[in-house]
């Protein structure tokens, strides 16, 4: 008796422990990510034009795999109908003079964690200030970059948390009033509803430069970030006015924003194709 009470004992601590550590390496890789850098020039295609975009979704971060690979073919079909040169990658060695010339446009597509080296934060820094387009897709605005100047003045909020009791959780979104003078606004419904996962953040951008696209109605899903005994001051919301999309022109380039994107399901809702086709077109001055 006293073996098998011993046995259950350990096997009890053993379970306990590895349990623990995986919830400690899943949150360090979430919140810090497990960086790894590709510092080599990449192959590009030929027939780059002046209406290029570069679809970037590494992940050194928490990996969207389901919504990444949904994206993938969506933006190649967008490309197919504007007339657009859409490249796909995840190594970060296309992010040199050089090469990252030859676009107009950048996607971070769930990029999640530090995917750039110094010098290549440098490079990609000079892109954006001297005129290229920016797009952030969810995870592109998550806490796991490690990069102050892309938090303070590219994405101008700093992400606290998201929703825990559904991962996907509808809630209805509502056009900015002023955003709806906006080319940005064409063809996008006035108010509609989706399932996503919903990010909160520190601060409001529009403290900043940013002006809002899109924000979310609080009262239509359960904002708690909470996790059991691990998380517990996360049950807050940013109140009447929670900006879910916005933009704002970083010196001579363009940023835009969208917290959705978390699963294939907002990838092929028809609202969300049509505001990433806005965006792209904005951004990138087609």
Same mark, same amino acid.
């Given at each position: 008796? *006293?073996?098998?009470?011993?046995y259950?004992f350990?096997?009890?601590v053993?379970a306990?422990l590895s349990?623990?550590?995986f919830?400690?390496?899943?949150?360090?890789?979430?919140k810090?990510?497990?960086?790894?850098?590709d510092?080599?020039p990449?192959?590009?295609? @030929?027939?780059?034009?002046?209406?290029?975009?570069?679809?970037?979704?590494?992940a050194?971060?928490?990996?969207h795999?389901?919504a990444?690979?949904?994206?993938l073919?969506?933006?190649?079909?967008?490309g197919?109908?504007?007339?657009? *040169?859409?490249?796909?990658?995840?190594?970060?060695g296309v992010?040199?003079?050089?090469q990252?010339?030859?676009?107009?446009?950048?996607?971070w597509?769930?990029?999640?964690? *530090?995917?750039l080296?110094d010098d290549?934060?440098?490079i990609f *820094?000079k892109?954006?200030?001297?005129?290229?387009g920016?797009i952030?897709v969810?995870?592109a605005?998550?806490d796991?970059?490690?990069?102050?100047?892309?938090?303070?003045?590219?994405l101008?909020?700093?992400f606290?948390?998201h929703?825990?009791?559904?991962?996907?959780?509808?809630a209805?979104?509502?056009?900015?009033?002023e955003?709806?003078?906006?080319?940005?606004s064409?063809?996008?419904?006035?108010t509609?509803?989706?399932a996503?996962?919903w990010?909160?953040?520190?601060?409001n951008?529009?403290a900043?430069?940013?002006s809002v @696209?899109?924000a979310v109605?609080e009262?239509?899903y359960?904002?708690s970030?909470?996790?059991?005994?691990?998380v517990?001051?996360?049950?807050?919301?940013?109140?009447q006015?929670?900006p879910?999309?916005?933009?704002?022109?970083q010196?001579?380039?363009?940023?835009?924003?969208?917290?959705?994107?978390?699963?294939?399901?907002?990838f092929?809702h028809?609202?969300?194709?049509?505001?990433?086709?806005?965006?792209?077109?904005?951004?990138?001055?087609?």
């Open positions: 008796m *006293k073996k098998i009470l011993k259950l350990y096997s009890f053993g306990f349990i623990t550590l919830i400690g390496v899943f949150i360090y890789k979430a810090k990510g497990i960086n790894f850098y510092t080599d990449i192959e590009l295609p @030929l027939n780059l034009g002046e209406k290029s975009i570069l679809v970037f979704s590494k050194n971060g928490f990996r795999s389901a990444i690979e949904a994206s073919p969506i933006y190649e079909q967008m197919h109908e504007n007339g657009w *040169k859409v490249f796909a990658t995840e190594d970060a992010f040199n003079e050089l990252l010339a030859h676009f107009q446009v950048v996607i597509n769930n990029t999640s964690g *530090k995917v080296t290549q934060r440098t *820094k892109w954006i200030e001297d005129g290229g920016f952030g969810h995870a605005g998550d796991s970059h490690q990069w102050a100047w892309y938090e303070d003045e590219v101008q909020a700093h606290s948390h929703n825990i009791g559904q991962d996907l959780d509808t209805t979104l509502y056009l900015d009033t955003a709806a003078k906006h080319r940005l064409e063809g996008l419904l006035d509609f509803d989706l996503d996962e990010y909160c953040f520190y601060d951008p529009r900043q430069t940013s @696209l899109y109605d009262a239509t359960d904002l970030g909470n996790i059991s005994f691990l517990k001051d996360k049950n807050w919301g940013m109140g006015d929670h879910i999309v916005w933009y704002h022109e010196k001579e380039g363009k940023v835009f924003y969208t917290a959705l994107g978390h699963s294939p399901t907002t092929r028809q609202n969300f194709q049509q505001l990433l086709t806005n965006a792209i077109r904005w951004t990138g001055n087609f």
